[in-house]
């Protein structure tokens, strides 16, 4: 694997690490205010990352192929939101500001429950920069190692406010900062884990790239709509969430056709 490549997988899960690490520079709670900021922040580069990185190349791949323009990125779409339905309702996971877990029953502490809440954001980030990057070694129209280096940036940018919306809390909980740092680097690990299984994956089976590239489109707008929009429009001051939204949604499309 060459270097380029290893350096986008280690990218976003830096972003998660150096947001983890703000425990150790805040003695408070993330203010109410920034929080929604962060997560409207979030929902923005998510969305915006689904089009421009994934769904646009979807359909431009598919017409190089021959195939009809619209049925990968329609197909794929769909069975990403299916697949993350489906780990939505099978993995035990708590979201933040929430009392009652998701998920099957079980008897896991509610700080591991809270990093499984923020794994499940991540699993699709990870297919999504894994995908790009198959595509871009395979030379697949519309995808390049730039567009991947620029996925894989957005995504640090927004995992940044998400470790530390993991790690500050757990702090303030009573939580040693050690072990809240822990618990959210623990959070991003997924990321390049599923980036380089969908790489090996996306080898085997480069017709269907199409399809994956909307797969990771409709898993990452699952999040989005099921619990990043809903958590940052939650009580007062949703104007702010939608404010970071449109933010992290302009911010994405630059740098995917600044750098892609």
């Known amino acids: 694997m060459e270097l380029p490549v290893i350096i986008c997988l280690i990218i976003p899960f830096l972003g998660t690490v150096l947001g983890s690490g703000m425990v150790f520079l805040m003695k408070n709670k993330i ?3 920034l929080q929604k900021m962060l997560l409207g922040f979030a929902s923005g580069v998510m969305m915006s990352a689904s089009v421009w990185s994934l769904l646009i190349p979807s359909i431009d ?3 190089s192929q021959g195939e009809i323009e619209w049925l990968p990125a329609s197909v794929g779409f769909l069975l990403g939101i299916g697949f993350l339905l489906f780990l939505d309702t099978l993995i035990p996971h708590l979201h933040l500001n929430s009392k009652k877990p998701e998920g099957i029953k079980t008897k896991l502490k509610n700080e591991i429950m809270l990093v499984l809440a923020v794994t499940l954001h991540n699993i699709p980030e990870g297919m ?3 995908v790009v990057l198959a595509g871009a070694i395979n030379g697949q129209v519309g995808l390049s190692l730039a567009g991947g280096i620029a996925l894989a940036v957005g995504i640090a940018i927004q995992n940044f ?3 530390a919306i ?3 809390p757990l ?3 009573g939580k040693s900062k050690l072990k809240s740092f822990g618990y959210g680097v623990l959070s991003g690990i997924v990321e390049p884990i599923a980036a380089i299984i969908t790489i090996l994956l996306t080898g085997l089976v480069t017709p269907i790239l199409p399809y994956l590239l909307a797969f990771a489109a409709g898993a990452m707008m699952y999040v989005v709509v099921e619990e ?3 958590e940052s429009q939650e009580g007062e001051h949703s104007n702010i969430g939608t404010i970071g939204v449109a933010i992290g ?3 994405m499309m630059i740098l995917d056709i600044a750098l892609g």
């Open 171 to 173: 702090e303030a909980e």
């Open 161 to 163: 406010p998400e470790g």
């Open 128 to 130: 999504a920069v894994g």
């Open 228 to 230: 990043l929009i809903p």
């Open 249 to 251: 949604f302009v911010l």
């Open 61 to 63: 791949m598919a017409k």
């Open 166 to 168: 993991i790690s500050m």
């Open 31 to 33: 203010n109410v205010k």
